[in-house]
Every structure is written in C-alpha cells, then in structure tokens.
C-alpha cells in the first residue's frame, strides 16, 4: 500500500483560546481528571485527581496509562500556555517512570514545566504526587509545534517519499 504523502497527515487543531480554564474537554476529563488553573499559568500546569476503580489494573493499582495521561496533560497544556495565536503543538515523545503505585482513594496531582521552548520543538518534565507530596511518577517530553503561516519544516522531500 502507497504511504501517504506528510502533508497530507493529519495535524493537531489550535486549542481552544483559554486551554487552561478549558477543564471539561479532552481526554484527562474523561478519565475525572481536571486542569487546576489557579496553579496553572505561563510555562506550567497542574492536573488534579482522585483515583478510582475504573483506573486500577489487574493489581488493585493505577493503571500507568492514567499516570501517563496525567502527565502528558499537564506537560502539553504548559507547552500549549507558550504558543502564539498561530501555533499549534503535538507530543512527539513522552518518557514516564513509575516510582511508587497509587491506590483506589488517592488524590494525584501531575504537575508540568516547560524547560525550553524552540522554534519548532518545546521540551517539558513533569511529576505526579500524592497527597502526601511523595512523588509517584516522573516524565520528560517532546512537542513539535507547527505554525499555521505555511511552516512546512519536517515534511519529506518529494525524492525520498517513495
């Protein structure tokens, strides 16, 4: 089967004007997590939420895929905190270790940071917490950001499409 050509994959939509306060959509929200945006702000987020039967795995404890969410909203909303009107971004890589498991009960709170911002590419870390502050799980991430002025930078030449 032919490979589609790059530009014609799909690509992230803006997110909406105030992504911050925008709490009641995405993924994580589906999951019962939440954007805290009174700890949220320029270059920084923070995810908040308790943890639940439907989260746990096999083992009684959280499933990594809601550590993983949990991080990758909170490092790609302070990614996103940093792009200009006519930018968009998109996770290229995540990297998340779990340190310690959480229980059904448990309040996670994944905070994420912007440590550089580039041109094309933002890396970001995070870490996720109990209540007690004892941290569960830490992350490091990638995001390539696009501008809707044309920017065709990380397209493949026509010559080595095929």
């Known amino acids: 089967m032919p490979r589609t050509p790059a530009e014609s994959e799909p690509r992230p939509q803006r997110p909406r004007p105030d992504l911050l306060r925008a709490s009641r959509h995405g993924f994580h929200h589906e999951i019962g997590f939440r954007i805290d945006h009174e700890l949220s702000g320029k270059g920084v987020c923070t995810v908040t939420g308790r943890v639940e039967t439907r989260h746990l795995n096999i083992n009684a404890v959280v499933h990594g895929g809601v550590y993983a969410t949990a991080l990758d909203t909170a490092m790609g909303a302070a990614v996103v905190s940093l792009l200009r009107e006519d930018e968009t971004a998109a996770t290229t890589s ?69």
């Not at 994420?112 to 996720?128: M, Y």
């Not at 992350?139 to 026509?158: C, L």
């Open 94 to 162: 995540l990297y998340v270790e779990y340190l310690r498991a959480a229980r059904e009960g448990d309040e996670l709170t994944a905070r994420g940071e912007v440590l550089r911002r580039g041109r094309h590419i933002a890396f970001a870390e995070g870490n996720l917490f109990d209540a007690e502050g004892r941290r569960l799980s830490q992350a490091r991430g990638t995001w390539y950001i696009w501008s809707s002025a044309g920017d065709r930078v990380g397209t493949v030449p026509e010559h080595r499409r095929r």
